[in-house]
T-cell receptor, first 109, second 113 residues
């Protein structure tokens, strides 16, 4: 599995876009990039995933660089409920996830 | 879709006792995973099932830990002779095949007195 690097913490003003970076410079060709978030006392919540192309769903957008060595999760209009720890994971299809310590995002009113 | 269900949500027990947790995955998912999470850390992988077969185990899964998925549906995780260091959140996840994402339950929080 490719290891990922994320900033330990970030702040974002409510209503603004939150852009969370992730470095996965050792990613291999068959490894997907997944994003999850976790709010205290709950299990990780799946947000979005992708392989090569940018992806968008009702929660967020995922931008993957052409060389696939990094990606950015975009929350277009952050709300207070988006305050959470965000995990970026890169792995091949199959088994375990390596979570790391993630980015603690605080949305400020 | 009822999501991944875990029971109990909280368990308090004395050191040395045995505990068992249950996980009910999303019904159409054939893959099931157990993770452990301690305060301030991300979840750490414990073990993985495909249908009823346990295909992968972490070194974190000592011989006091055992997991089963007898009919390829629900799974149980048992910890024997619990120790203080076993205090953690135990998370279960399930997924379909290929690159499909894992979906997590809200975990069982274990506290050892």
């Amino acid at each position: 599995d490719a290891k990922t690097t994320q900033p330990p913490s970030m702040d974002c003003a409510e209503g603004r876009a939150a852009n969370l970076p992730c470095n996965h410079s050792t990613i291999s060709g068959n490894e997907y990039v997944y994003w999850y978030r976790q709010i205290h006392s709950q299990g990780p919540q799946y947000i979005i995933h992708g392989l090569k192309n940018n992806e968008t769903n009702e929660m967020a957008s995922l931008i993957i660089t052409e060389d696939r060595k990094s990606s950015t999760l975009i929350l277009p209009h952050a709300t207070l409920r988006d305050t959470a720890v965000y995990y970026c994971i890169a792995r091949p299809t199959g088994n375990q996830f390596y979570f790391g310590t993630g980015t603690s995002l605080t949305v400020i009113p | 879709d009822t999501g991944v269900s875990q029971d109990p949500r909280h368990k308090i027990t004395k050191r040395g006792q045995n505990v068992t947790f249950r996980c009910d995955p999303i019904s159409e998912h054939n893959r099931l995973y157990w993770y452990r999470q301690t305060l301030g850390q991300g979840p750490e992988f414990l073990t993985y099932f495909q249908n009823e077969a346990q295909l992968e185990k972490s070194r974190l899964l000592s011989d006091r830990f055992s997991a089963e998925r007898p009919k390829g549906s629900f799974s149980t995780l048992e910890i024997q002779r619990t120790e203080q260091g076993d205090s953690a959140m135990y998370l279960c996840a399930s997924s379909g095949g290929g690159g499909q994402p894992q979906h997590f339950g809200d975990g069982t929080r274990l506290s050892i007195l």
